[in-house]
């Protein structure tokens, strides 16, 4: 049987539980999934890179066909490097549709062999994301529901002199 690998590309700013769920689908559906972290030039994430991948690292270790990386530049070419058949995206809520759709077909027009498949994460997440929970942490409120525990603890370093 053909062998699929999945890209899962975000911004991970940081990785949530909401990530995570999707996570957990794919590796049941795919025989490699990569989680991919990128540069992102449309947004300053409060993370570094590193940083990022780190904490997806450890939230995800316990899954032997998931690997974390980086990339730069277009998400279909770095797809197309690891030779990936699908990408996958999450989808929370009608509010993510539009931007998803397109481009979502904008990558199959670049790179037609390449699938994108959308999963939903349990409803318990449809609500959030990193900008909430990076204010959340900021503002000290608690976050332990919502992200990795090692997540938690970074969240905690980086916010820990403010005020
Ligand atoms: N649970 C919780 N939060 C989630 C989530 C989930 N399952 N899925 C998405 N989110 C959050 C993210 O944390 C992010 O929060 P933020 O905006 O507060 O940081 C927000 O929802 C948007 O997520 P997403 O749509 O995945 O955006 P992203 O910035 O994480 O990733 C890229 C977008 C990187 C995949 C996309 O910009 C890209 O491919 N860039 C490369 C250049 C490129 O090829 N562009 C496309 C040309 S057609």
Redesign the pocket.
Known sequence: MKKITAVY?????PI?N??L??IERAVQLFDKVIVAV?Y?I??TPLFSKDERQEMIKAATKKYKNVSVDGFD????RYAAGKKAGVII??L?AIS?FE??FQ?SL??RKLAPEITTLFLM?NEK?TY?????IRELAKLKGDIKDFVPPYTAKKLKEKFRNIT
């Open positions: 590309p975000g911004t991970f700013d949530t909401g990530h769920d999707i990128a992102n449309n947004k530049g277009l998400l279909i995206r999450g929370r993510d931007n998803e481009m904008m990558n994460p997440y959030i994301n990193s900008s909430l």
